[in-house]
């Protein structure tokens, strides 16, 4: 599959810059790569856009120059001879990858062509990916010289709740209507309205999910994502590198038998065994710094973690913002703050593709401790993960707040779905001493992107060195 991603929030800023600047411009996009040449996906990944009158030709040499791939980007009422031209560019560059995408009709009604360049040929891209709110996926046309074909390959721009597509395939199941098994889910979603509903569950189910770390958070996490339908398509991929111990077993929903399994392991068995045809769940055992791991990670459009050590959501964070993948990380339970004092609660940071923030601007960070911890080989990490104890990093875990935790989590992953959450945010939860719990936005009001070692300087990177 070859395809091309941009996060959405850069999709909506590019139609209105090619509208508003006219007929005669056009956008000179650079951007990374991913590619997996055992499963054949090739993904061109949306770095920087720069404006050009004519054929860009000056702007797509520079983007050579500094080891990107050019992404030529125009938008007209019909394609013409600038696809020739546009090619007749992007060959005369000596880019190994290269694209070209159309944009044909207005904002609201559009037919998305393009093509990679391959010598003086264009092949076919399969799919335009628009992470980010509402996380749309359209179909690519090919790009033809002359006309476009009227009416053929036309992608309208979905509207609030407009699912009627996907609720067809919800219906040949038998999973629609009020007495589906997700009817309820599905109803809270569409507001009432259980067509809208079930079409954002079908968005969901065709979504891969990626889980790091199924401990006590993290398992509560899998089960709610299993449950809710998320990935029985796409598929639902969970990670760790530790055994289930007897500890674990108050909040993990394991027997006395799975003691000693792998949790990645232990967790996928009982989701099978509980919701027989609710996911595809691909259990791994391994860290981030495990290469099976972090292509299972990779090829996820949505990542959540749940992990003790700061290297590694750190880690998660730099693989989210180079591929363009969502991530939301979750923390949560009883740390030490100070002698003889704790603190009860969590977090859960949402980091959007195109939109400011991710782990690293959502905290404070000793970067010259974790730098070299994010260089450890899978072994190396499996070392001193042996010598960790978790009375070392924290005082405790409450198996009651973590459940407050996940659900909000869940609430933020819908709300992506649905369009209404469309920034990274940062999300703080507390239970004071003799008080209330109380949820906090720390989301800082003030972008830390240029100064950040993450988004500001991984975004859309792919496999490119670090």
């Given amino acids: 599959m070859r395809g091309i991603r941009i996060p959405q929030a850069v999709h909506e800023d590019l139609l209105l810059g090619l509208e508003t600047r006219g007929s005669g411009s056009v956008a000179v996009c650079s951007a990374g790569e991913y590619r997996r040449a055992d499963s054949g996906v090739l993904e061109l ?33 019909s394609i013409d001879k ?42 076919r891209v399969d799919y335009l990916s628009l992470p980010g709110p509402r996380t749309l996926r359209l179909a690519v046309q090919p790009l033809t010289s002359g006309k476009s074909g009227k009416g053929k390959g036309r992608a309208r ?48 189910e065709a979504m891969t999910a990626g889980v790091l770390g ?70 791994i055992v391994g860290t981030v710094s495990d290469s099976r791991v972090a292509e299972a990670l990779i090829a996820s459009d949505v990542i959540f973690s749940a992990v003790d050590e700061e290297y590694a959501r750190l ?4 693989l989210a913002r180079r591929y363009h993948r969502i991530h939301i990380d979750v923390t949560g339970g009883v740390a030490r703050v100070g002698e003889g004092r704790v603190a009860t609660g969590g977090e859960i940071r949402i980091s959007v593709p195109g939109s400011p923030g991710c782990v690293s601007c959502f905290g404070t960070h000793r970067w010259d401790e974790i730098e070299d911890l994010l260089d450890m080989s899978a072994e190396q990490e499996r070392e001193r993960r042996g010598r960790t104890v978790w009375s070392g990093q924290r005082a405790g875990s409450w198996g009651d707040v973590l459940l407050p935790i996940v659900g909000e989590s869940q609430q933020l992953f819908w709300r992506l779905i649905k369009g209404e959450l469309r920034r990274s945010t940062w999300l703080h939860y507390e239970h004071a001493t003799g008080g209330l719990p109380v949820w906090q936005d720390w989301t800082p009001r003030r972008s830390r992107t240029r ?15 670090l």
């Fill in 45 to 77: 990944l949306h770095v920087s856009t720069t404006y050009a009158r004519g054929d860009g030709r000056a702007e797509v040499d520079s983007v050579v120059k500094q080891g990107l791939r050019p992404l030529l980007i125009f938008s007209r009422r």
């Fill in 82 to 123: 600038r696809v020739a031209e546009g090619v007749n560019v992007l060959t005369r560059s000596g880019a190994q990858t290269a694209a070209l995408l159309a944009f044909v009709g207005s904002r609201r009604s559009i037919r998305v062509h393009g093509g990679l360049t391959n010598g003086s040929k264009l092949e």
């Fill in 157 to 204: 721009a979905p509207r609030k709740g407009n699912a009627d597509t996907k609720v067809q395939t919800a219906v040949k199941r038998g999973e629609s209507g009020p007495e589906g098994r997700r009817s309820r889910l599905a109803g809270a979603l569409g507001e009432g309205d259980l067509n809208r509903g079930y079409g954002y569950l079908e968005q969901a």
């Fill in 214 to 283: 199924i401990g006590r958070l993290g398992s509560l996490i899998a089960f709610r994502l299993a449950q809710s339908g998320v990935g029985s398509a796409g598929g639902l991929v969970l990670a760790d590198g530790d055994v289930v111990e007897k500890a674990n077993r108050d909040v993990m929903s394991l027997p006395p038998e799975a003691e000693g399994m792998p949790k990645a392991v232990a967790v996928a068995r009982m989701i099978n065994a509980l919701l027989p045809d609710a996911a595809t769940v691909l259990p």
């Fill in 315 to 318: 880690a998660v964070g730099v």
């Fill in 451 to 465: 100064r950040c070692r993450i988004c500001g300087r991984q975004e859309g990177l792919g496999d490119g060195d």
